[in-house]
Each structure stands twice: as C-alpha cells, then as structure tokens.
C-alpha cells in the first residue's frame, strides 16, 4: 500500500517505515479519519515533540486502536 501523508496534508509520522506493515495501515487509517482540528493538533505535536512523537502511543491513536476492535 502507498502512503501519501501530503495528500493528507500532515507530515509522516518518525520512524514510520520502521512499522509493521499492519501497524502502517492502521496508522494511516487513523490519520486519515482525523478533522482538521485534530490533523492541526498533530502538526502541533509532530513540530514539538519530532522524533520523541510516537504515533502509536498517542492517547488518541490508542483510543482508536480499541474502538476498532
């Protein structure tokens, strides 16, 4: 699968090519679902933290995760 974070207009998340293809798809499966509240949120998060932001232990990523399953 491609992953195009432009198309999605918020920057890829660190250490992105380092996932599991699965964790991939559900991540930006989650990034993709996001308003632009909550896309503005992550810029935010992303430009602050840099490579300490870990997507996959954000509080709304986590949230997601169980909803979905």
Known sequence: ME?????????????????EENDKNNIYKYLSGLDEHNKNIYRIAHNHLETSFNIVKSNGYIKWLKIKK
């Not at 992953?3 to 996932?19: K, T």
């Open 3 to 19: 992953y195009n974070f432009d198309e999605l207009g918020i920057p890829e998340p660190p250490l992105f090519n380092r996932y």
